[in-house]
């Protein structure tokens, strides 16, 4: 493909008084997972219903998988596949039959349709489940029968609107598992998510979305650079060597007690280069070096003044 797989331009969204998205930018290329982080209300599930064309935008512009969303919306659904907060699956049905009736639904023929589900079904590890209603499923196993209903009509680009909430930490992975062998595969993966590790995981670009606006965009790296506070600890093999490290960098941060140094840095390459040049120079041997760099809950409160909420609970 040539077109990027999502482009917005100006995107506006008011409800009332309320102004949800207040003119957001966005560029997201094919093949790559693309993370929207925001607290509650920051107009995340918004952006998603605009571009799955669920909700009108009231200005701008977008295409999906080179699909115009204002004139061409049957040509986006097409092509996308929509995993929301909450699963849509059918209590009343087998998992097999919620998977044959997403497959009557985009009109493929009963055999294809019935020989996809059971791919699917295999795929996602649900074959002995297969027969059973999603009621008798854990929380884990509800998520993945969600996401391949989402799959029966082999999208170009999927919306994950926080999907992995409320799932324990192995059912998470199991989630992270399936995203990476989907973008592997050529789909794209627009994400929606609280959890700042699922972004920083998964994620090829992130964008921080704050009151109806994108605060910040670009790579994990990219974004734990712009906050303050990365450092490099370097460990010396004596005291000795300690010092002169000291009067070589000009810095005083140091742990005598583990002959350890704390030195500032952006966490850049050439920021480390330059660090151990001078150390080469006046001849300082270093026993261990270990990069330090903000994390992106350091990002998010730096950029929205709070913690998002999934931050905030107890760990578990």
């Known amino acids: 493909m040539n077109h990027p797989a999502i482009s917005a331009t100006g995107l506006r969204k008011s409800y009332g008084d309320k102004v949800v998205l207040d003119g957001i930018d966005l560029d997201v290329p094919s093949g790559t997972v693309f993370s929207l982080l925001g607290p509650n209300g920051a107009g995340k599930t918004t952006a998603v219903n605009i571009l799955s064309t669920l909700v009108k935008p009231d200005a701008g512009t977008a295409s999906v998988a080179g699909h115009d969303l204002a004139t061409d919306q049957d040509g986006v659904r097409a092509a996308i596949g929509l995993t929301g907060q909450f699963s849509a699956v059918d209590n009343l049905l087998t998992g097999e039959e919620n998977l044959f009736l997403m497959a009557d639904l985009h009109h493929l023929p009963r055999r294809e349709g019935r020989g996809r589900a059971a791919e699917l079904l295999d795929r996602f590890d649900l074959t002995e489940a297969a027969k059973k209603t999603p009621g008798t499923y854990s929380g884990g196993m509800r998520r993945k029968l969600d996401l391949a209903m989402?799959?029966?009509?082999?999208?170009?680009?999927?919306f994950l609107d926080e999907p992995t909430t409320g799932l324990d930490p192995r059912s998470r992975?199991?989630?992270?598992?399936?995203i990476r062998d989907l973008v592997t595969n050529g789909v794209t993966i627009f994400?929606?998510?609280?959890?700042?590790d699922e972004a920083d995981?998964?994620?090829?670009?992130?964008a921080v979305l704050d009151g109806g606006r994108i605060v910040a965009q670009g790579t994990p790296d990219e974004l734990k650079r712009r906050v303050p506070g990365g450092h490099l600890r370097l460990r010396?093999?004596?005291a000795v060597s300690l010092q002169r490290a000291e009067l070589a960098l000009g810095v005083s941060t140091s742990d005598e007690?583990?002959?350890a140094l704390r030195v500032p840095t952006d966490g850049t390459v050439a920021a480390l280069r330059g660090v151990l040049d001078r150390l080469d120079t006046d001849s300082v041997a270093v026993e261990r070096l270990t990069v330090h760099t903000p994390d992106l809950d350091d990002v998010f409160l730096s950029l929205t003044g709070h913690r998002t909420e999934a931050s905030k609970e107890p760990a578990k």
Do not use: S
């Open 150 to 158: 989402t799959l029966v009509g082999d999208p170009e680009v999927i």
């Open 173 to 178: 992975r199991t989630m992270w598992d399936i």
């Open 191 to 196: 994400l929606t998510t609280q959890y700042l």
């Open 201 to 206: 995981q998964l994620a090829d670009r992130i």
């Open 236 to 238: 010396f093999p004596d």
């Open 257 to 259: 007690e583990n002959l």
